[in-house]
C-alpha cells in the first residue's frame, strides 16, 4: 500500500497533515504503508515518524532536518567536502563577539546572511564595518524572538548571475538567473532576475556532475541548489561551480510553471516507485504473493 500525505500525488491511500501535528491515525497509516510520499511543505515531526516507521520516503529530507539553516548548510558542505564559497559560522552575535575578529581581518566585502529565508530576502552585501554593525544589530534583534544564527560568506566578484539547478528524484534541470541591472545585489526573480536555459552549457554541465555527487552523499532527491561561478580565473574554462544554498522550498518559473513542476514530480516518484518494486494499486499482499510465485 502506498500512502501519499502530497495533496498532488494520488495514492492508495491519501491523508493530510497540513497545520497539524501527527497522530495516532497517522502512526497506523505509516506502519501499514509500504511506501510514504511527503509533502515539500513537511513538518519535521511527520517527516521523523514516517522514516521511524517505514522504509521507504519521498523526499529523503534527512539532510533538511540534519542540517538546518544556512548554518547547517555551511556544516553539511564541509562536511561532505563540496566546493563553496569560505564560510564562518556563528549560532548568535555572541558567538561572533568571540570569535568574529578573523572575518573583518579577511577583508571586506563579504556576504551576510542569516540562518533562514530564501530569494534573498534575508542575505545583505557587507562593505564595510558599518555595514557589519548593521547587519550584526538587525539579527540581534531577531535573537529577541528566538531566531538566531547568520553565516558571513567571501564575496564571489564579478558574479551578476547564479545557476539554479532542481533536483526533482533522478530529473536535474539547470537554468541560470542572470541580474543585468546596475548595483542591484542578488539574483533572485523577486530582485529582477531573469532566467537563461541556453548560455554556458559546459558550465551548466560542471555544475551538474557536482550536483549529482552531492546528492549521492547527501541522499537530497527534491531541492533547488544555486551555484556561483569565481569569476577570478584567468579564462572560462577554469572557473568552477561553488554551491552557495539548498532551496527545499523552490519557484517553479525555471521549470515552466507549476503544472509542468507537477507533472515531472509525479513522473519521479513512479520512477521512485518502480525502482522499489512497488505500484499505486497493488496492494502488500498482491505483492508478496507476486514475489512468491
Known amino acids: 500500500m502506498i500512502l501519499s500525505y502530497h495533496p498532488c500525488y494520488e495514492a492508495d491511500s491519501n491523508l493530510l497533515c497540513a497545520g497539524r501535528e501527527p497522530d495516532e491515525k497517522d502512526l497506523a497509516a505509516i506502519r501499514a504503508a509500504d511506501a510514504v510520499v511527503l509533502p515539500q511543505g513537511c513538518r519535521e515531526a511527520l517527516y521523523h515518524m514516517a522514516r521511524q516507521y517505514c522504509r521507504y520516503v519521498f523526499p529523503d529530507y534527512d539532510a533538511r532536518f540534519q542540517y538546518p539553516g544556512k548554518t547547517g548548510q555551511a556544516r553539511l558542505f564541509l562536511a561532505l567536502d563540496t566546493p563553496h564559497p569560505r564560510t564562518w559560522v556563528f549560532e548568535d552575535t555572541m558567538h561572533f ?76 534541470t539547470a537554468y541560470w538567473r542572470v541580474q543585468d541591472t546596475p548595483g542591484v545585489f542578488g539574483t533572485s526573480l523577486a530582485n529582477g532576475a531573469r ?37 577570478s580565473g ?60
Not at 99 to 125: M, Q, S
Not at 202 to 225: D, P
Not at 264 to 272: P, Y
Open 97 to 172: 563577539q568571540r570569535y568574529g575578529a578573523r572575518v573583518a581581518e579577511a577583508g571586506f566585502p563579504i556576504v551576510f546572511k542569516l540562518d533562514w529565508g530564501g530569494e534573498g530576502d534575508t542575505v545583505f552585501p557587507i562593505h564595510s564595518k558599518t555595514d557589519l554593525a548593521r547587519a550584526l544589530s538587525k539579527a540581534a534583534a531577531y535573537e529577541q524572538s528566538g531566531q538566531r544564527g547568520f553565516v558571513l560568506q567571501s564575496f564571489v566578484f564579478g558574479a551578476t548571475r547564479t545557476l539554479r539547478v532542481v533536483v526533482i528524484g533522478q530529473t536535474l
Open 195 to 231: 532566467i537563461d536555459t541556453a548560455s554556458d552549457p559546459n558550465l551548466r554541465q560542471k555544475a551538474l556532475v557536482l550536483t549529482r555527487r552531492f546528492c549521492q552523499q547527501s541522499r537530497i532527491n527534491l531541492a533547488g541548489l544555486d551555484f556561483i561561478f569565481d569569476k
Open 234 to 293: 584567468p579564462t572560462k574554462n577554469d572557473l568552477q561551480p561553488l554551491l552557495l544554498e539548498i532551496n527545499y522550498f523552490f519557484g517553479r518559473t525555471g521549470l515552466g510553471g507549476s503544472e509542468r513542476f507537477y507533472a515531472m514530480l509525479k513522473a519521479e516518484v513512479d520512477n521512485w516507485l518502480v525502482g522499489l518494486g512497488l505500484v499505486v494499486g497493488q496492494s502488500s499482499a498482491a505483492k508478496a504473493t507476486k514475489e512468491m510465485q
